[in-house]
């Protein structure tokens, strides 16, 4: 489901039971790839899938006190903010406004 709005459009990306607590899945729209990651206290985010080093994608990636981990060097993101936070990721990626709608989780894309 998707609803337009004026800053962007709500997409259903997936079901808030998709994610386990400290995990990531992969959410492709369009040409676009994303990260749904939810945290140990259950809250939801969302940022660029592919990492800024090499362009791996971080849905293989190590969720954990909130933080994920590239799987391929083991650069790091915090993933509230997207800022790079361990070499040999150094360029922040973006995130997203996520909301609730019932069960689905809904990413806020332009
Ligand atoms: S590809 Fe992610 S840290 Fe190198």
Redesign the pocket.
Known sequence: MTTATKSGQWVTACKVDDVSLEDVIRFDFGNRTFVVIRSAEGEFFAMDGH?S??K?HLAGGLVDGGIIE?P????TFDYRTGESRKL??CVDLRTYPVRLVGDEVQLLLE
């Open positions: 990492c080093h090499e791996i590239c391929r060097h083991f650069g040999p990721a």
